[in-house]
């Protein structure tokens, strides 16, 4: 990686004007992919939102992610029609989590983003499922899940690769990368 000294462009714009561009990439994009997400003709929609939220989680503290993933959620929430607050609460909820594992546990690499993306995401699938359709016991409510929730489910998977690229992308470029800290060791504690 490069220090800001041979990176030409860390000398034009402030560390903070480089952040505001960031979210102010985030949003747009977000809200491109609200309108993506109504304009489906009643066939089942990617819900690109989902990995936006997730990727921007794997590089930002969790305060943000988890604010970032509230308002993605109430959009979702909107977009597919459903009580606002649920799928809010739910990416509140994630994004918090996927930031602090990602920022203590695990690398930020593609393979991990995918493994925790899928874990959140089929949670999320059979939740919606159980809760909306299931508990109910509507008439075809199996048909619903093959009709519509999964190839929904395919189709945002399909869409997380890029999503994540892109998100990687515009974090390289704002150049606000998280540094790791590691502790020295103590020599006087005794190890077994």
Do not use: H
Request: proline content about 4%; glycine content about 8%; overall charge positive.
């Amino acid at each position: 990686m490069k220090n800001n000294a041979e990176n030409p462009s860390a000398k034009l714009l402030r560390p903070g004007v480089k952040t505001a561009l960031k979210w102010l990439f985030f949003t747009v994009s977000a809200v491109f992919m609200y309108t993506s997400s109504t304009s489906g003709g009643g066939k089942p929609q990617a819900m690109l939102l989902f990995p936006m939220v997730c990727a921007s989680a794997v590089f930002e503290t969790e305060i943000p992610s988890a604010v970032f993933g509230a308002a993605a959620g109430l959009l979702l929430d909107v977009s597919l029609g459903k009580l606002p607050g649920f799928t809010a609460l739910w990416l509140c909820l994630c994004c918090a989590g996927i930031s602090a594992l990602f920022g203590r546990l695990l690398r930020k690499n593609i393979i991990n983003f995918l493994w925790v993306f899928l874990l959140v995401g089929g949670i999320y699938l059979y939740i919606d499922y159980y809760f909306y359709y299931k508990i109910w016991a509507y008439e075809g409510y199996r048909l619903v899940l093959k009709a519509r929730l999964i190839p929904s489910a395919l189709k945002t998977l399909g869409w997380a690769l890029p999503v994540y690229a892109a998100v990687y992308v515009a974090e390289r470029l704002s150049g606000t990368q998280r540094k790791l800290d590691l502790e020295e060791q103590d020599k006087n504690i005794d190890r077994v």
